[in-house]
């Protein structure tokens, strides 16, 4: 039984195709790491109810083929979504998977950079080969995604969206890998916004607080204290992957289209706020 202020609100989860149109992205390919499982796989789907055909990037072959397949049913509008397996460390991967989607799909006009390792361990509880996978899979592997898509992306004035974190912006403890890792993401999506925004093409970083269903928030959740954590959120609640496939529509779509080099942060003003809460006020 909760004992909050009644007079909290949490604000509703969305739906961007409440606001946007559903065939805003028809005719459309989008090209995304990580996308068998978590935000990713949010984002895709977001992507697919809006008219984008997809392709998915993951390690996983069975889950990414199982992935892709749920993706068709649950978008539900003849939209399609194909497994292209691969490793984002290795380049060769991501050339396959590249040609793949050229060949299905014949061309690439959305990217989202998704893939990501992370476990949490203290700094000096991690082994050099430690911190250089996740450097490998986030930071390398997003370098890698793009490189394999810019040519692509530059002939349709395309849009790339990586996933980044809110943790570096200030610092948590055991995550100096992962924060080191989203740190560098940013910093390329600015490279990638400057070089090639003269050919049309933008990018920018979408960071995400705590979205429940998702191995981050399952790892940083203490068992039964999702309240806590939720008080402690301005908008009084965890956030849903909806929250964050919303944002990738926006930044993919034409509304965003002097949106480039920055980052949009989907974490209902957590990181503003350190906690905890006062007493809340009688007024
Ligand atoms: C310390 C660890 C470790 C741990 C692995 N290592 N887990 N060190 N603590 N808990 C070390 C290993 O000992 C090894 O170093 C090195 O990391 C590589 O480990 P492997 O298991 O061989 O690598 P691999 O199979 O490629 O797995 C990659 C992984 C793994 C990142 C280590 O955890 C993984 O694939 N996870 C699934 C994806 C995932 O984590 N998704 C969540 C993303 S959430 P040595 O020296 O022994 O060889 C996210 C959000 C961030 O990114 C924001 C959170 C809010």
Redo the contacts with the bound molecule.
């Keep these: 039984m909760s004992d909050r202020d009644p007079r909290i609100f949490q604000t509703p989860v969305a739906d961007s195709t409440t606001v946007f149109s559903k065939d805003l992205f028809k005719g459309k390919v989008l090209f995304c790491t990580g996308g068998g499982s978590g935000i990713c796989y949010g984002m895709v789907l977001q992507m697919m109810k809006h008219g984008a055909n997809a392709a998915i990037v993951g390690r996983k072959v069975e889950r990414l083929t199982a992935a892709a397949k749920q993706q068709e049913k649950d978008a539900g509008n003849g939209t399609r979504c194909i497994a292209t397996p691969g490793d984002v460390r290795k380049y060769a991967d991501l050339e396959a998977a590249v040609a793949k989607t050229m060949e299905t799909f014949g061309r690439i006009d959305y990217v989202i950079c998704g893939a990501?390792?992370?476990?949490?361990?203290p700094i000096d509880?991690?082994?050099?080969?430690?911190f250089m996978?996740?450097q490998q899979?986030?930071l390398q592997g997003t370098y890698n995604t793009v490189k394999a898509t810019i040519n692509e992306v530059k002939r349709n004035h395309g849009v790339y969206t990586h996933v980044g974190?809110t943790?570096h912006y200030t610092a948590i403890p055991w995550?100096a890998a992962?924060s080191a890792a989203k740190a560098g993401i940013d910093a390329l999506s600015q490279s990638i916004a400057v070089e090639y925004g003269p050919f049309g093409v933008r990018s920018n970083v979408i960071a995400p607080g705590?979205m429940k269903g998702?191995?981050?928030?399952d790892r940083?959740t203490p068992k039964g204290g999702e309240e806590i954590v939720e008080s402690r959120i301005p908008q009084q609640r965890i956030g849903d992957i909806h929250d964050c496939a919303n944002a990738a529509v926006y930044l993919f779509s034409p509304a965003a289209s002097y949106v480039s080099g920055t980052k949009l942060v989907v974490d209902g003003g957590a990181q503003h706020f350190p906690g905890p809460w006062l007493p809340y006020p009688d007024s």
């Design positions: 990501a390792g992370n476990f949490m361990a509880g991690v082994s050099p080969n430690g996978t996740v899979i986030d974190a943790l995550q992962a705590m998702t191995e981050g928030a940083l």
